[in-house]
């Protein structure tokens, strides 16, 4: 079956713009997660969903970060007035209900020049 | 603060050998472990898992070892092929929602 999915898997932004970034989760995982990775680093948590309920979003780094996931499948970060730090890969995974088994996607790698 | 840690940025075996990687953690309250394994480009796939009630998990040439005593956790590849080649991600979970990555290691196998 079809694994996560993200788009657009790259993007190049100048310093200020906003960006929107998209994740389509694997059907039937109820739950989503958003994770930031620097270069040479682990993936750091940002946001969780179970369904279209932002049950947690300690991770977010300032509140130029935004998630959505209004119809408890599809899901979208945004980030406002993007800065050169945003600069890192955007993960998302899902996983079933009551499973630890996370399944990423293939990331997206945000450049800000 | 790094919860999770892999001390070794990188690992060289020779095909056919044991690789082995390491990971240390400092929160008691993780309660389940798992293994990813990362090619250039692509998202973590997912290795292999432990509850924190077990001290062993095996699955293929992939063995996962638990000391909850150390708060250690241990991989190993036996043997070790070419196609391992990878960055292998420690992560750890309290309660089954977030989990909590590891900064990775590096594995060549030399052929």
């Known amino acids: 079956g079809a694994g996560v999915s993200q788009s657009p898997r790259y993007k190049v932004a100048k310093r200020g713009q906003d960006v929107a970034l998209r994740c389509d989760p694997i059907?039937?995982?109820?739950?989503l997660f958003w994770y930031q990775q620097a270069l040479g680093q682990g993936p750091e948590f940002l946001t969780y969903?179970?369904?279209?309920?932002?049950?947690?979003k300690s991770g977010l780094p300032s509140d130029r970060f935004f998630a959505e996931r209004p119809e408890g499948s599809v899901s979208t970060l945004k980030i406002q007035r993007t800065q050169q730090e945003d600069s890192a890969v955007y993960l998302c995974?899902?996983?079933?209900?009551?499973?630890?088994?996370?399944?990423f996607g293939p990331g997206t790698r945000l450049t800000v020049t | 603060d790094q919860q999770v840690k892999q001390n070794s940025p990188s690992l060289s075996v020779q095909e056919g050998r044991i690789s082995i990687l390491n990971c240390d953690y400092t929160?008691?309250?993780?309660?389940?472990f798992l293994w990813y394994k990362k090619y250039p480009a692509e998202g973590p796939t997912f290795l292999i898992s432990?509850?924190?009630?077990?001290d062993k998990n095996e699955d293929g040439r992939f063995t996962v070892f638990l000391n909850k005593s150390a708060k250690h956790l241990s991989l190993h590849i036996v043997p070790s092929q070419p196609g391992d080649s990878a960055v292998y991600f420690c992560?750890?979970?309290?309660?089954?929602?977030?989990?909590?990555f590891g900064a990775g290691t590096i594995l060549r196998v030399k052929s």
């Open positions: 995974a899902s996983s079933l209900a009551l499973s630890y088994e996370q399944y």
């Open positions: 059907s039937g995982h109820v739950s």
């Open positions: 969903f179970q369904n279209e309920a932002q049950l947690d």
């Open positions: 929160n008691s309250m993780f309660d389940y």
């Open positions: 432990i509850s924190s009630i077990k």
């Open positions: 992560a750890a979970s309290a309660g089954g929602n977030k989990l909590v």
